[in-house]
């Protein structure tokens, strides 16, 4: 769930709208998907077609989730402190845990989970700091494209492509690594983005 953008600057966390709203709802929807989803990722060791599918479509809900509860809470004035605190927990709870149990079936390499989630985790707590100081920096959309690469590269390896299309697994690999690697790309470029602005907002380095 994404805060409301103003231009530039820092914005203070709502503090008006009711903590029960749909949007909170969701985001603790997502929350409690995660392990619905992890489970259904690891039967069988990751080879059963069907948990697979099952997986990426546990995957999708949680992911489109987090799109509903933004726009509810911005169209109906619902962003909250608890909104701005528990939604980007519960995307990294979701991305974590998809990439995680990927090295852990050996399906994506532990490099890159390492990565990424050092990445979120320390923007995560950066902008936890930023908040509780000078209140939130809007997301750029450099970050909501890292957001989509992520989501769409995590799919791509959650499908058992390489079960369904054994024939074609070059092309599948290619397709996979190429998604990948620009995830990559924009999970760092980004996060030295967020750090740069951390720090150049009023009130000076978090740290």
């Not at 009711?18 to 992890?38: D, K, Q, Y």
């Not at 489109?64 to 528990?86: E, I, P």
């Amino acid at each position: 769930m994404s805060s409301p953008q103003p231009t530039g600057g820092t914005v203070p966390v709502g503090g008006q709208a009711p903590l029960l709203n749909i949007a909170n709802a969701l985001t603790c929807l997502r929350l409690l998907l995660v392990p619905v989803f992890v489970a259904a990722l690891l039967v069988e060791g990751g080879e059963d077609t069907f948990w697979r599918m099952t997986a990426f479509t546990v995957f999708v809900v949680a992911a489109l989730t987090d799109r509903l509860d933004g726009q509810l809470a911005r169209s109906r004035g619902l962003v909250t402190w608890f909104g701005a605190l528990a939604d980007p927990i519960a995307d990294k709870a979701l991305t974590g845990a998809a990439l995680v149990g990927l090295s852990m079936l050996g399906i994506v390499p532990w490099w890159v989970t390492i990565v990424i989630l050092g990445r979120e985790i320390g923007i995560t707590v950066l902008r936890f700091l930023v908040i509780r100081r000078r209140g939130v920096i809007p997301a750029s959309r450099g970050g909501k494209a890292k957001t989509v690469a992520q989501t769409f590269a995590i799919g791509l390896f959650l499908l058992p492509l390489p079960l369904l299309f054994p024939d074609s697994l070059g092309a599948v690999l290619a397709v996979q690594w190429t998604v990948l690697v620009v995830a990559l790309a924009l999970t760092v470029a980004t996060g030295v983005d967020y750090v740069v602005k951390a720090v150049r907002a009023p009130g000076g380095s978090p740290a």
